[in-house]
C-alpha cells in the first residue's frame, strides 16, 4: 500500500486519492444506513448500550469483509459490460466510476439525513445500471448491451425477494414464539419491563440471543455490503495504477498455474462438447492471431486460450510480465470467463459438464478478481465508522416508527434471526441483498404478526424511498456521467 503513489504524476495521485476518498465516503454513509439497522434493535431494547454495540459491531462487519471473499464485489462489478471492465484505464471508464460513486452518496446522505431506512445496494445498482445505460447512447450501442442485464436481473430479483421472505419468515417466527413461550417476559417492550418489572435490560437468554444475532447480522452484512466497496476500490486502482493492480501482485506460482491449467481445461471441456459448442464458439477454425484492439467475441475462444497458455508458459510471478502483457492476460482471462458465462447459459451442456465450466470460471478469475488486504481493512474501517456516527437516527425508525407500539424482545429476535438466514443465503450464491430492506421488513412483519399496526406514514415514507431509489440513482449517475464525458470530451 505505501509504494502506491511512488512514480504517479502529481494529477494522477490527486485522482487515486479522489477515487479512493469516494468510495470509503460510499461505505461510510453505508453504515449510517445498512450497519446501523444490524445494531439497531439492540440498541433500542437495551441488550447492548450503543458505544458497545457499534463498536463490536465494527469488529463483525471487519471479520465479515476478511473472511466474505469477493463473489459478491464482482457480482457488483460485473453489472458494466464486458468491453468497459477490458478497458478501465481509459478516462471514460473512470468517469463512469466517479458518476456512480457521485450519485451513490448523494441519495445515501439524503436518505439517512431524513433518518429513512433506504438501500446502499439500490443506489449502487440503480447508479450503476445509469452510466452503463447512457455508455451505450453516447457510443451508438443498442441499450441491450450497455448493462449485463442477466446479471441485473438475477440481482434484481434477490433485492425483491429478500425482503418479501423478511416480513413472512420474521412474521411467522414471532408467531411461533408466541405459541411456545406464552406470558414470556420477551414479549414485553422495553418500556414495558422498565415499568411492570423495574429492570432495564431483557431476560437474560433474550439478550444473549439478540446480541448474538445482531452481531451475525453485522457478519453478514460485512461479508456482502462491504464486498460493494471492495468491488469499487479494485476499479479505481485497476484503472488509475493498472501496472501495479491489473493482475494479483501477490500470486503465488500455484495460482499462475492453477490460472494456466484452467485454460488448458476449458479448451478440453469446449473440444468435448463441439458437436453442440462449435457454431458458437468457432471451435474447428484454426487459431488466428488476436488483433491490438482485442474485443471479446465468442468466435475468438481459440485464439484467446492460445494466447493466454502462450503468455503465461513458464511464469512464476507476475512481475516477469511487462506491464502491457499483464493488461492483455487480464482482458483474455475475463473474456473467456464471460464467454463461459454465456456458454452456461445456452443450457445445452450436460449437468457434470456444466458444474466442471463454473469451476473453472473461478479458477481463471482468481487472480484477476481479488483484493488485497488493505483494501479489505479500509472498507471494513470506514463501515464501522459510519456506524458509529450515524446510527442513532435509523435506530429511532427501525426501533419506534415502523410499528405503532415499541418492538418486543421476540420482535427483535425474530427480526435479526431472519436477516442473518435470509443475507447467509445471498452470500452462498454472491448476490448482493439489502440489509436494510431485509431487517426493515422483518420488523414490519413482526408488527402485522403482533397485531400492534404498522404506522402507515413511516411505511409510506420507507416505500416511497425504496421505489424511488432506482430511477434516481439512475438519472443521477446518468446525468453526471454524460455532464462528464462532454465536458472532458472523452
Not at 18 to 45: M, Q, R
Not at 229 to 243: E, K, Q, T
Amino acid at each position: 500500500m505505501f509504494d502506491l503513489f511512488s512514480g504517479l504524476p502529481l494529477a494522477v495521485g490527486f485522482s487515486l486519492v479522489l477515487a479512493l476518498a469516494l468510495v470509503l465516503a460510499f461505505e461510510f454513509i453505508n453504515g449510517f444506513h445498512d450497519t446501523a439497522n444490524a445494531v439497531a434493535t439492540v440498541i433500542y431494547t437495551k441488550a447492548m448500550p450503543p458505544h458497545l454495540a457499534v463498536f463490536f459491531s465494527g469488529i463483525c462487519n471487519f471479520l465479515g469483509v476478511l473472511l466474505g471473499g469477493v463473489g459478491v464485489a464482482y457480482a457488483i462489478v460485473h453489472l458494466l459490460p464486458i468491453d468497459v471492465l477490458l478497458n478501465l484505464e481509459n478516462g471514460r471508464s473512470l468517469a463512469m466510476v466517479y458518476s456512480i460513486l457521485a450519485a451513490a452518496i448523494v441519495w445515501n446522505l439524503g436518505t439517512w439525513y431524513l433518518g429513512i431506512p433506504s438501500s446502499s445496494s439500490h443506489t449502487l445498482i440503480g447508479a450503476i445500471l445509469g452510466v452503463g445505460v447512457v455508455n451505450a447512447l453516447l457510443t451508438d450501442l443498442p441499450v441491450s448491451t450497455g448493462v449485463n442485464w442477466g446479471k441485473a436481473l438475477d440481482i434484481g430479483l434477490s433485492l425483491i425477494i429478500s425482503p418479501l421472505a423478511g416480513f413472512v419468515i420474521a412474521g411467522l417466527m414471532l408467531l411461533a414464539l408466541k405459541k411456545l413461550f406464552v406470558g414470556s417476559k420477551m414479549h414485553k417492550t422495553p418500556e414495558q419491563r422498565r415499568t411492570i418489572d423495574n429492570k432495564k435490560h431483557p431476560p437474560f437468554w433474550n439478550r444473549l440471543i439478540l446480541v448474538l444475532s445482531a452481531m451475525s447480522v453485522s457478519f453478514v452484512h460485512g461479508s456482502n455490503d462491504g464486498q460493494k466497496g471492495i468491488g469499487l476500490i479494485m476499479l479505481v486502482l485497476i484503472g488509475i495504477v493498472p501496472a501495479k493492480f491489473i493482475l494479483d501482485p501477490g500470486a503465488t506460482p500455484y495460482q499462475i498455474q492453477r490460472t494456466y491449467d484452467a485454460t488448458v481445461h476449458l479448451h478440453s471441456l469446449y473440444t468435448r462438447n463441439a458437436d453442440v459448442l462449435d457454431e458458437f464458439l468457432a471451435l474447428r477454425t484454426p487459431p488466428a492471431p488476436l488483433a491490438q484492439d482485442f474485443r471479446c467475441n465468442p468466435r475468438n475462444t481459440p485464439s484467446t486460450i492460445q494466447a493466454v497458455r502462450l503468455s503465461l508458459d513458464g511464469i512464476h510471478a507476475y512481475n516477469e510480465l511487462p506491464p502491457a502483457v499483464r493488461g492483455q492476460v487480464r482482458r483474455y482471462l475475463l473474456c473467456l470467463d464471460d464467454t463461459a458465462r454465456r456458454v452456461a447459459g445456452l443450457g445445452v451442456l450436460p449437468a457434470a459438464e456444466a458444474a466442471d465450466l463454473q469451476r473453472l470460471r473461478r479458477d481463471l478469475t482468481a487472480t484477476a478478481e481479488y483484493a488485497p488486504l488493505w483494501v479489505i481493512a479500509a472498507v471494513a474501517l470506514a463501515l464501522g465508522v459510519g456506524t458509529m456516527v450515524g446510527w442513532r437516527r435509523v435506530v429511532v425508525t427501525v426501533g419506534e416508527k415502523i410499528g405503532k407500539q415499541g418492538m418486543t424482545y421476540a420482535q427483535g429476535m425474530s427480526a435479526q434471526i431472519t436477516a442473518v438466514a435470509a443475507i447467509g443465503v445471498a452470500n452462498l450464491f454472491s448476490l448482493p441483498v439489502s440489509t436494510t430492506q431485509v431487517l426493515s421488513s422483518g420488523v414490519a412483519g413482526t408488527m402485522v404478526a403482533n397485531r400492534s399496526g404498522l404506522h402507515n406514514g413511516t411505511v409510506r415514507t420507507i416505500l416511497l424511498a425504496w421505489l424511488l431509489t432506482f430511477p434516481i440513482s439512475m438519472l443521477l449517475s446518468a446525468g453526471l456521467f454524460s455532464l462528464t464525458v462532454m465536458a472532458l470530451k472523452i
